[in-house]
């Protein structure tokens, strides 16, 4: 090989990988549906990028230090620990409920992480951006954040509305005032950077005034990882938790290829609440330790309960994702969730919008089309695809839309456009039911006319087919199951078949099976 072509060989594959994250969760409480969906959306876009032939790494966990887990556990009577180990089970558990896939889970109780910690710690102290001084100022225990008494809405912590109390301490600080101008300038350099567009403009307003030195030691609690060479102060957590999506790597703990081949990462999706975090203290502290900062950070927006009130543990009024997969099934969740709300805004969850979609979109809809189909195929010709078939002009209405769907879902999947993409899926799936509409096979059968009612419910389990990959991403199960009934391997998802036509081989057998989405009758 050519210097130049191993160069390019080389470009592409580094060009072919992609790491996407998940905010790591508080096990401060079961996971709720709020933790479901940023998850789930990871994982949307993790399955995606693999079709699509990515080298993929993607990345949850748990963040497990702090005060607030040291007051719950005890409130559980138990020690930090034990509480800890119990609720991440509860996370990785729901995962596995909800099928997602993910590469690594890093709890921040993993002792690599915690050396990687606190060499991050010693790295920032040498080079002066961590000092000492003395910190005084308001502290939020549920947010585990410090305020100013300028930035108190109303004497309580402007992002919970909860009470917040003063705090006097010796403590490590983060120059964080020293990367304001690079801040800026990362701004103006990448206008990608924050998405969407209008969190990018809040960090912009937030940061107008000037940025102030973070505090991150604390010495009024234990549980956390202590500062290496001062022990009695613990790591802030957010210096702890942020740092996960490289540690998790490998970064500062002996094997860093990982760290080589996936950072910086291609997006952080987090939700709106903790964009700030990760717009600007994370790449902050990138920027201290000399590494390039992530591509993208995604703020998503809430899910709200039917008062309009942001669902949380702390308040109580929470979904829990267990039962609404034990009930409708996790494909039927996932699809809900990424469906509903476009993934930037915000949202009210109601069990009826819910039932609605199921029955709806995925029963009637796509769940129709397919017994609809299969079933007739079965009646007419004992489930087999009849080699004889007669197209007509009129026929390639369906086939271009089918052929050309990958092209609209990739400009939507690549901006994170789930609900959009979902849309124009089932398009689709409208068109084909208007197809056998406008068609009539039960008329052909009866006219004896074969040859085209051949080609007709040919040309819908084609399309079956492409959606079936299109909808492998946000809902695997079902994808596989229409595959299975279209008598097609696993392997024939592949986002390279997508814009083919006539991939399934005629005179093939399929076969109607179970309903992929059994109506639920309330
Ligand atoms: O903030 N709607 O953890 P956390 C939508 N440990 N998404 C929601 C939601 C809701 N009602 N409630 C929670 C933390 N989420 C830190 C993160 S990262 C280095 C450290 C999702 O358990 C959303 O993604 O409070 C949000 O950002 C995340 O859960 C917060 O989870």
């Given at each position: ?350 069990h009826e919008a819910l039932l609605k979609r199921f029955n709806s979109d995925l029963a ?45 879902i990739e400009k939507d999947m690549d901006a994170f456009q789930f609900s959009s993409a ?101």
């Amino acid at each position: 090989m050519t210097l130049l072509n191993r160069k390019l060989v080389e470009n592409l594959m580094q060009r072919r990988t992609f790491y996407v994250t998940t905010p790591i969760y508080y096990p401060s409480g079961n996971p709720h549906i709020g933790h479901a969906y940023c998850t789930v959306a990871a994982d949307v876009i993790s399955k995606y990028k693999k079709l699509r032939g990515f080298d993929v790494m993607f990345l949850t966990g748990t963040d497990e230090h702090g005060q607030k887990i040291e007051i719950v556990a005890k409130e559980n009577n138990m020690d930090p620990k034990t509480y800890v180990d119990l609720i991440s089970l509860r996370f990785k558990k729901l995962w596995r409920v909800l099928g997602i896939t993910n590469d690594r889970f890093i709890r921040t109780t993993n002792d690599f992480h915690k050396k990687a910690v606190q060499r991050i710690f010693i790295r920032l102290y040498e080079k002066g951006d961590i000092y000492k001084g003395l910190y005084k100022g308001w502290y939020c225990t549920p947010c585990e954040s410090f305020w100013t008494e300028n930035q108190l809405v109303s004497s309580k912590c402007p992002d919970c509305s909860r009470d917040v109390h003063w705090s006097e301490e010796e403590a490590y600080f983060f120059k964080l005032s020293k990367y304001l101008g690079d801040i800026l300038s990362l701004y103006d350099k990448n206008p990608n950077f924050v998405q969407p567009e209008s969190r990018k403009n809040e960090m912009k307003a937030f940061i107008e005034n000037g940025l102030q030195d973070i505090c991150v030691s604390r010495t009024n609690f234990s549980w956390g990882i202590n500062v290496p060479f001062d022990k009695n102060h613990v790591i802030y957590v957010w210096l702890d938790a942020l740092t996960n999506y490289i540690t998790a790597l490998g970064y500062a703990s002996g094997d860093d290829s990982d760290f080589k081949k996936f950072w910086p990462a291609s997006v952080h999706f987090v939700g709106k609440e903790i964009v700030r975090f990760h717009a600007i203290i994370w790449p902050a502290i990138l920027m201290a330790l000399d590494l390039p900062v992530p591509k993208c950070i995604h703020g998503h927006g809430w899910w709200l309960s039917d008062d309009s009130s942001k669902m949380s543990k702390s308040k109580g009024n929470t979904v829990d994702p267990f039962e609404l997969c034990s009930y409708y099934g996790s494909d039927a969740v996932r699809y809900f969730l990424l469906r509903e709300v476009p993934f930037g805004s915000d949202g009210v969850f109601s069990h009826e919008a819910l039932l609605k979609r199921f029955n709806s979109d995925l029963a009637n809809d796509l769940g129709n089309l397919l017994s609809r189909c299969l079933g007739m195929i079965e009646k007419y010709f004992s489930g087999t695809l009849l080699e004889d078939q007669e197209i007509l002009e009129s026929d390639y209405d369906l086939i271009n839309m089918a052929k050309s769907l990958y092209l609209k879902i990739e400009k939507d999947m690549d901006a994170f456009q789930f609900s959009s993409a979902l849309s124009k899926i089932w398009k689709l799936v409208s068109r084909c039911n208007k197809y056998i509409e406008e068609t009539k096979p039960w008329d052909l059968a009866k006219d004896g006319k074969n040859a085209r009612l051949s080609a007709v419910l040919y040309n819908v389990c084609e399309s079956l087919r492409i959606i079936s990959i299109s909808i492998f991403s946000f809902m695997p199960k079902s994808a596989l199951q229409i595959q299975d009934c279209l008598g097609l391997q696993k392997k024939s998802i592949d986002w390279k078949n997508i814009g083919i036509w006539g991939i399934l081989k005629k005179n093939s057998t399929v076969a109607k099976g179970e309903a992929l989405f059994p109506r639920i009758e309330f």
